[in-house]
Nanobody
Framework: QVQVVESGGDLVQPGGSLRLSCAAS????????IGWFRQAPGKEREGVSC????????YYANSVSGRFTISRDNANNTVYLHMDSLKPEDTAVYYC?????????????????WGQGTQVTVSS
């Protein structure tokens, strides 16, 4: 049974930091590209960051580049998204998702397994 579970969302002040975690099971984790996506109210789901199966290649959306860092621990089937210098426009539900093999892409339509999401709110 496939499970993808996000955690770490919270209310944080502008300029603050959070670390999101994504724990997966039920599939061969180290064969899969893992992506983080977010969806704000009234907006489409967008790709924030993704990481290749071996962790050697990463992608960041322009809006988060330099502030967010993605990493993975294949021994523990977990991917992290460390978020610094948070802005109110980062407020959204953040989702983790997995896709096997190529292409390496932030397109959410290409991802197979999804979690339920975790809420990140950036507000003073």
């Amino acid at each position: 049974q496939v499970q993808v579970v996000e955690s770490g969302g919270d209310l944080v002040q502008p300029g603050g930091s959070l670390r999101l975690s994504c724990a997966a099971s039920g599939f061969t984790f180290d064969y899969y590209v893992i992506g983080w996506f977010r969806q704000a109210p009234g907006k489409e789901r967008e790709g924030v960051s993704c990481i290749s199966s071996d962790g050697g290649t990463t992608y960041y959306a322009n809006s988060v580049s330099g502030r967010f860092t993605i990493s993975r621990d294949n021994a523990n089937n977990t991917v992290y998204l460390h978020m610094d210098s948070l802005k109110p426009e980062d407020t959204a539900v953040y989702y983790c998702a997995a896709k096997v093999g190529f292409p390496f892409t932030p397109d959410p339509g290409q991802y197979e397994y999804w979690g339920q999401g975790t809420q990140v709110t950036v507000s003073s």
